[in-house]
């Protein structure tokens, strides 16, 4: 990596990444908030649990996906504020845990909010809130440790690790036709049929680009490519730049064609532990500082 | 890694996933399990949240799959469900539909074959 795994961050980067990922936490679950609490209606037929509900024979008691529906907004707010992090933290790791599992467990395993939920897990065992939390004094959001950089560099390569999965799965599973184009164009077809006969929103782009099998073969080359190539975001500077943005116009890619939302990535949050957050904090410094003297 | 030693597909997981979605091939001529609505002779399509008490299509999809997969009863069961759901002197119907996706996509709407595996009123 461009500056070594253990290399040492500023307190403000570790921390703006903790309020980027709560504030998501927190808008996602709460625009989520009535489908989650639907899953109290789920049939227990339909129970094949996933992730921590492996260890669990049916579904959970109403009372408790109310409460994990509930709790996911107040924890991803909580997390962002900062305090009493060092429990404020693990809690909103394992109540969205427990609510995304829950939506997988009823014979459907989704694959949008994986990152989420390995990020919380990453700020639930990191120095987070260091600094940037209302009312704590005596935080110096400057300090330069290595106990803020190695959160952020676990972070970025859970990122870069579940990209270059999906890209061994898709070589894995459907060998090298898959970059001919031909496997991706009826995907993307299917995709788009089964939405419209199951009444739900389809692409009508991916469905017209259907009828020209041409595009498909680079679009497909492009995506492993993305997604093989996605180790290179580890060297830093132009590297790092390059493959979020080709990865983003993956995601865009996606939405556009098939009407598949990855808000996660799609906002930029997966994305920022690759950078230095706290120059925001910079530039705003400068504008201040630049406005009070003018004044 | 399981991914890369093993010579089957693995089953997934969450938070920690394989992420073999868009993996395998669905090839170009594929059948659809749904559920719809005839009304005066004409197939209403129905929402997910209709079919299975879902947002998430993928997952009305596997609902309708595997009642399809369990032969009429579990179909008629889901039929029932639906029809629960439903206002009005309708017949659902629990279908298995067959297209072309490219011809889908060119507009060609119609299914090549429709069957029905459960109905109810």
Redesign the interface.
């Known amino acids: 990596m461009a500056d070594g795994y253990f290399a040492p961050a500023p307190a403000a980067r570790l921390a703006l990444f903790r309020i980027a990922v709560g504030v998501y936490a927190a808008g996602w679950s709460l625009a989520r908030l009535p489908?989650h609490l639907?899953l109290a209606?789920?049939s227990a037929a339909?129970w094949d649990p996933?992730?921590p509900w492996s260890l669990v024979d049916s579904p959970p008691a109403d009372a408790v996906v109310a409460a994990l529906a509930l709790a996911a907004p107040l924890a991803g707010i909580a997390l962002a504020v900062g305090w009493w992090h060092r429990v404020v933290a693990p809690l909103a790791a394992a109540v969205l845990?427990g609510l995304?599992?829950l939506a997988?467990s009823?014979?459907?395993?989704?694959?949008t909010?994986?990152l989420l939920?390995?990020h919380l897990f990453v700020l639930a065992v990191a120095p987070a809130a260091d600094a940037l939390v209302p009312g704590r004094r005596g935080l110096e959001p400057d300090a330069v440790e290595d106990r803020y950089g190695w959160p952020l560099r676990l972070a970025s390569v859970l990122v870069v690790a579940?990209y270059a999965?999906?890209g061994?799965?898709?070589l894995?599973?459907?060998g090298a036709?898959?970059l001919d184009g031909?496997?991706?164009?009826?995907?993307v077809?299917?995709d788009?049929?089964?939405?419209?006969?199951?009444?739900?929103v389809h692409s009508p782009l991916g469905?017209?680009l259907?009828?020209h099998a041409w595009a498909f073969a680079p679009m497909a080359w492009a995506t492993v490519v993305v997604e093989l190539g996605a180790p290179v975001a580890l060297l830093g500077g132009r590297w790092r730049t390059a493959w979020v943005a080709a990865a983003w116009t993956f995601h865009a890619g996606v939405l556009a064609l098939m009407a598949v939302l990855f808000p996660y990535q799609l906002l930029g949050i997966a994305f920022l532990p690759f950078f230095r957050l706290e120059q925001l904090l910079d530039r705003a410094r400068r504008r201040s500082s630049l406005e009070a003297q003018t004044a | 890694m399981r991914?890369?030693v093993e010579g089957h597909?693995t089953p997934?997981?969450?938070?920690?996933?394989?992420?073999?979605?868009?993996?395998?091939?669905?090839?170009?001529v594929?059948e659809?399990p749904?559920v719809v609505l005839v009304r005066d002779g004409e197939v209403e399509?129905?929402?997910?949240t209709?079919?299975a008490?879902?947002?998430?299509?993928?997952?009305?999809?596997?609902?309708?799959g595997?009642a399809v997969r369990g032969g009429e009863g579990t179909a008629g069961a889901l039929c029932e469900e639906v029809l629960g759901r439903v206002d009005g002197p309708v017949e659902v119907q629990v279908v298995v539909?067959r297209?072309d996706?490219?011809r889908?996509?060119?507009g060609d709407d119609e299914p090549d074959d429709r069957r029905v595996v459960a109905s109810c009123r």
């Open positions: 489908a639907d209606d789920r339909r996933v992730g845990l995304t599992a997988s009823f014979g459907q395993v989704f694959h909010e994986n939920v390995l579940t999965l999906a061994v799965a898709k894995r599973i459907g036709d898959w031909e496997v991706l164009r009826n995907l077809a299917h788009n049929l089964r939405k419209a006969v199951l009444g739900d469905t017209a259907v009828g | 991914l890369l597909e997934d997981g969450f938070p920690l996933s394989t992420y073999p979605m868009f993996a395998r091939d669905r090839g170009r594929v659809v749904s399509r129905l929402s997910p209709t079919i008490g879902t947002d998430q299509v993928i997952e009305a999809a596997v609902v309708v595997e539909e297209y996706t490219v889908w996509a060119a």
